[in-house]
Structures are given as C-alpha cells and as structure tokens.
C-alpha cells in the first residue's frame, strides 16, 4: 500500500535565463512502512521533493498525495494542519528551541496544536530514544547526538503518517550518526512508520528498503 503517490511534479525556480527546473515531472510512489533512501548530487532536486511532501513547497504542476489527502488546492492554514498531523521533519539541524527543556521541545508540536499528550506514548518515545534522564536538559547540554534524538522524539510525539527527514546524520560524527540512523529505523519497526530520508551517504541508503535517485530534477531507479 503506497502511502505518497506523485504524478508528473514540476517545479521551477527563477525566470528566463537564470530559470533552473528543480522538479522536471517526477512520478513517484512510497510504499507504507518502509524506509526509502534519497540519493543525488547537490542541487538534483533531493529537497525540493522531500518540500513538496510536506506541503512545506507548492509545485507549478502535478499532484502530491499523502496518505489519501491531496496537498493540491489546499489553503495555508489546511496545509499547516496537515503537516501537524500527517507529518514529522528531522532536520540537519536540528532546530531545536534553546530556552525550552528537551520535555518542553518534544511536547512543543502538540502545544501548537492544542493537544493533550499521550502519557504513555511519551514515556515509550524517551525509552526508545534513551532520554528518560535528560528530560530536564537543555539543548546547549545535550551533545550533537542527543540534540537530534531530542529532534527524532519531537518528530515521533504526534503519530505522524510519515517521517521526512533531511541528511539527518549529516552535522554528526560517524558513530553518533549510525546511533541516531538506527534510532530511526527502530522507530520505523516499532511504530510501522513511514521513513523517507534525503543523503549523501550510500552506506546509510544501503541501509534502506529503496533507494531513489535523482539527478537534474529527475528520478532514476
């Protein structure tokens, strides 16, 4: 059962000359429960996508739908309550709030959207992620390692349909980045979740069910 289907995806950014196609009629399909892999050059397209998955991009043409909402049509604030729900981003950078504690960074999607915690569901995530003694912590005393397990939990803590993360591993160092990779694939196991996952690294995408990859705006594989 495919989870995100797209149909003929454009998108162009720039007039004239300088017009680059980021998205040149991608067709694409991502299986549920699975872990799919990204892979391409810098500037093949790799982002834009992941963006349009997340309604966080709109496409000049073609169709995103995910987990049967069609992203097309759909007004901002449609957009960001979809994304609240349907959605968790793990970044790079793990765009986590200094002045809020790791319980306070993980709770805070649910906070926006007004939403009662899970109790139970909370304290599975920090014992999964390994946090149950840093939940007082802020970010600036967690290490790069920690600070993204803190990302992983907050991306977990309202059940997403799917998880789309951008070079995840990419700011950490080797042995951190397999400890958090193999986070994300536990909770792909553990939750039957949903990862589709941009990189660099092949080792990492040989880890995965699928591996996709893009060039010049274009998917091969």
Excluded: C, W
């Excluded at 007039?15 to 872990?35: P, Q, R, S, T, Y």
């Excluded at 991009?57 to 097309?72: A, N, T």
């Excluded at 958090?180 to 660099?200: A, D, F, P, R």
């Amino acid at each position: 059962m495919d989870i995100v289907t797209i149909h003929n995806l454009k998108k162009t950014f720039g007039k004239g000359e300088n017009a680059v196609k980021a998205l040149d009629g991608i067709d694409l399909a991502i299986e549920k429960g699975k872990f799919t892999a990204i892979i391409g050059a810098s500037g093949s397209g790799k982002t834009t996508l992941l963006n349009m998955m997340g309604g966080l991009d709109v496409p000049d043409e073609g169709e995103v739908i995910v987990d049967g909402i069609k992203l097309s049509g759909l007004k901002e604030k449609e957009l960001a309550v979809f994304r609240r729900g349907k959605v968790g981003f793990v970044y790079q950078s793990f765009h986590l709030i200094s002045t809020l504690t790791v319980k306070e960074n993980i709770l805070f999607p649910l906070s926006l959207a007004g939403m009662t915690p899970d109790s139970s569901f909370f304290e599975e995530i920090i014992h999964l992620l390994h946090l149950e003694q840093r939940l007082n912590a802020y970010p600036h005393e967690l290490s790069g390692g920690g600070q993204q397990r803190v990302a992983i939990a907050r991306a977990l803590i309202s059940k997403p349909s799917i998880l789309l993360a951008d070079e995840p591993t990419g700011n950490l160092d080797s042995k951190s980045g397999q400890n958090v990779l193999g986070l994300l694939k536990l909770s792909v196991e553990t939750y039957h979740q949903t990862l589709v996952m941009i990189t660099h690294n092949l080792e990492i995408a040989q880890m995965a069910d699928r591996v996709v990859r893009m060039e010049d705006g274009r998917i091969f594989g």
